[in-house]
């Protein structure tokens, strides 16, 4: 390869390894507006209010006891 050859693939090189660092450096803003009285996504639900337990807080504690009970391992071999 000639010298003039060289000098012209790595300047080229060097311009592309330029162009993607400038490129990396324009990150465009995510933010979202919020207004007030506006919020039009899926309300929250309790986790009573589901399916299984039909609003009935006092099962849904209950199942949250045995759940953790089970996972003891002290309480479970006994």
């Known amino acids: ?12 090189a060097l311009a592309g390894a ?22 039009r996504g899926k309300t929250d639900a309790r986790p009573w209010e589901g ?6 807080r006092a099962a849904w504690e209950k199942a949250l006891k045995e ?3 089970g996972q003891n391992e002290y309480n479970r071999i006994q």
Do not use: H, N
């Not at 390869?1 to 080229?12: D, P, Y």
């Open 1 to 12: 390869m000639s010298a003039r050859k060289l000098k012209s693939i790595s300047l080229a």
């Open 18 to 39: 330029a162009l993607l660092g400038l490129a990396a450096c324009s990150e465009v803003p995510q933010v979202t507006v919020y207004e007030q009285g506006q919020y």
């Open 51 to 56: 399916g299984e337990f039909k609003g009935d």
């Open 67 to 69: 759940r953790s009970r």
